[in-house]
């Protein structure tokens, strides 16, 4: 039994090997027992397949890639360099608007501060209106 699949299998190997090697040799055996059909199908997927690869360009197919990979990493690069730059804008203008901030409630207090001492100065001079300090009093915090 293992005879008869060892010589079935070589068969097929020999007839493979002579499809690639000798094709013309092939056809005449197989047109002599009757196969040509199935003979010319597998001459023709064999073609097929020498085909595609002795077109298909690897070295080319590489080098799109890559060329790809580098305006992809190049895409990023600038809108990783314009974000920065944007929160780097964001930055400043919040940095300004604490000082900003911080003089304008400093104007508050000094506004608060001269306008107590002015009521101050008034009720000195003027009994009676003491009054009036009381809800002008207070600072801006």
Do not use: C, H
């Not at 092939?26 to 077109?55: A, P």
């Not at 944007?86 to 900003?100: D, H």
């Not at 911080?102 to 001269?114: A, L, M, P, W």
Request: aromatic content about 10%; glycine content about 4%; proline content about 1%.
């Amino acid at each position: 039994m293992k005879k008869v699949i060892l010589f079935i299998v070589s068969i097929v190997v020999l007839y493979i090997v002579s499809i690639f090697a000798l094709p013309s040799v092939s056809s005449y055996i197989w047109d002599k027992i009757g196969l040509t059909n199935f003979n010319s199908w597998v001459i023709q997927v064999r073609d097929e397949v020498n085909e595609f690869f002795s077109s298909f360009d690897v070295i080319w197919k590489y080098k799109d890639t890559k060329d790809s990979a580098l305006e992809i990493k190049q895409s990023v690069e600038v809108q990783v360099q314009d974000t920065k730059q944007k929160i780097e804008e964001i930055q400043i203008k919040v940095e300004e608007t604490g000082k900003a901030i911080e003089q304008t409630k400093d104007s508050i207090n000094q506004t608060v501060n001269t306008i107590n001492e002015l009521w101050t100065s008034i009720s000195n001079i003027v009994p009676g209106s003491g009054t009036v300090q009381a809800t002008a009093t207070g600072k801006v915090q």
